[in-house]
């Protein structure tokens, strides 16, 4: 059984669901229409994700890590690069070949830019928080795309030169921010 609970942003309208194992989706705004009528059958566990979520998106430094998750259907790969994520600090940002590094994968950016751009579960699991080398913003598959991305992050208190975090990504530094 798939439960689902709606929640509020400053965009609209979000949508978090999860199986009796874990969070599994989360719709951000703008709602499809077939999804924002929905019958919503909640259980306390998207109840809270909806909660938790609604303070983050009235920036609040929220952690999710006591959310459990339901990542069923991923490659271990998948599933590694996911949870890793997890761990990326409120407004901290850490590049693609840096994720890879810290998750033990080194040289395999690309691979965890997939993992990332899969992730059925934005927000919760930080995928806007991981950019380029560069520091770039690169590749938001949710809803308003790279945009969306900025204002996560700017919600999170990340300043922005032109498209790019104002500081630097050292990957050594989020080595320590990281829990390993």
Same mark, same amino acid.
């Given at each position: 059984?798939?439960? *689902?609970? =709606?929640?509020?942003?400053?965009?609209?309208?979000?949508?978090?669901?999860?199986?009796?194992?874990?969070?599994?989706?989360?719709?951000?705004?703008?709602?499809?229409?077939? &999804?924002?009528?929905?019958?919503?059958? +909640? +259980?306390? &566990?998207?109840?809270?994700?909806?909660?938790?979520?609604?303070? !983050?998106?009235?920036?609040?430094?929220? +952690?999710?890590?006591? #959310?459990? #998750?339901?990542?069923?259907?991923?490659?271990?790969?998948?599933? *590694?690069? &996911?949870?890793?994520? #997890? *761990?990326?600090? !409120?407004? *901290?940002?850490? +590049?693609?070949?840096?994720?890879?590094? &810290?998750?033990?994968?080194?040289?395999?950016?690309?691979?965890?830019?997939?993992?990332?751009?899969?992730?059925?579960?934005?927000?919760?699991?930080?995928?806007?928080?991981?950019?380029?080398?560069?520091?770039?913003?690169?590749?938001?598959?949710?809803?308003?795309?790279?945009?969306?991305?900025?204002?996560?992050?700017?919600?999170?208190?990340?300043?922005?030169?032109?498209?790019?975090?104002? =500081?630097?990504?050292?990957?050594?530094?989020?080595?320590?921010?990281?829990?390993?």
């Amino acid at each position: 059984m798939i439960y *689902q609970t =709606f929640f509020r942003t400053p965009y609209g309208k979000g949508l978090v669901a999860a199986t009796e194992t874990g969070i599994c989706r989360l719709e951000l705004p703008p709602l499809e229409e077939r &999804l924002a009528t929905v019958d919503c059958n +909640s +259980s306390a &566990l998207t109840r809270k994700a909806a909660e938790l979520l609604e303070c !983050y998106f009235n920036h609040t430094p929220i +952690s999710f890590a006591q #959310l459990s #998750l339901d990542l069923h259907g991923f490659t271990r790969f998948q599933q *590694q690069i &996911l949870t890793r994520a #997890l *761990q990326i600090p !409120y407004g *901290q940002v850490i +590049s693609y070949g840096c994720l890879a590094q &810290l998750a033990g994968y080194p040289g395999a950016a690309r691979a965890v830019g997939g993992a990332m751009a899969a992730n059925p579960i934005p927000i919760i699991i930080p995928c806007h928080r991981v950019v380029a080398a560069s520091g770039a913003l690169t590749g938001y598959s949710g809803p308003g795309g790279l945009a969306m991305k900025k204002n996560l992050l700017s919600l999170e208190g990340v300043e922005f030169r032109g498209n790019k975090p104002a =500081f630097k990504i050292d990957c050594f530094a989020q080595e320590f921010l990281i829990q390993k």
